[in-house]
């Protein structure tokens, strides 16, 4: 039997942004008076498939109404397409993947017209 070392196997988890929309639900904690919200997400997932289903399953069991998901790739792809992403959303996607889980790193809220607190 040889003593040969094994390559270390490399993870196949990377992160993917999302952005998933979200209905009112009661117990969601959106701010009053909202219709929704569009949620920024860092997921991680062996792919982005992966990544989506597991962050509508969290968001499900934190009492949120996920109605759609947009994918916008890995870090790679993003900077690919010539995005420019702070350190702050990069900290972000590192925290995802070292962790292994679904951050949600910004929460705008929808407001009717005729229910916006500016009105």
């Known amino acids: 039997m040889s003593d040969t070392k094994k390559p270390k196997k490399k993870s196949r988890q990377q992160v993917y942004t999302l952005l998933v929309e979200v209905g009112r639900k009661s117990g969601d904690g959106l701010p009053d ?47 690919a397409e010539g995005h420019d992403i702070a350190d702050e959303e990069r900290a972000l996607m590192q925290r995802a993947l070292d962790e292994n889980s679904v951050i949600v790193a910004q929460m705008t809220p929808f407001f009717d017209k005729d229910t916006s607190p500016e009105a």
């Open 33 to 79: 008076g909202s219709t929704g919200a569009a949620l920024m997400i860092y997921a991680s997932g062996v792919d982005e498939a992966e990544a989506v289903r597991e962050t509508v399953a969290i968001l499900k069991q934190a009492d949120v109404n996920p109605l759609d998901v947009s994918g916008y790739g890995t870090l790679d792809e993003r900077l």
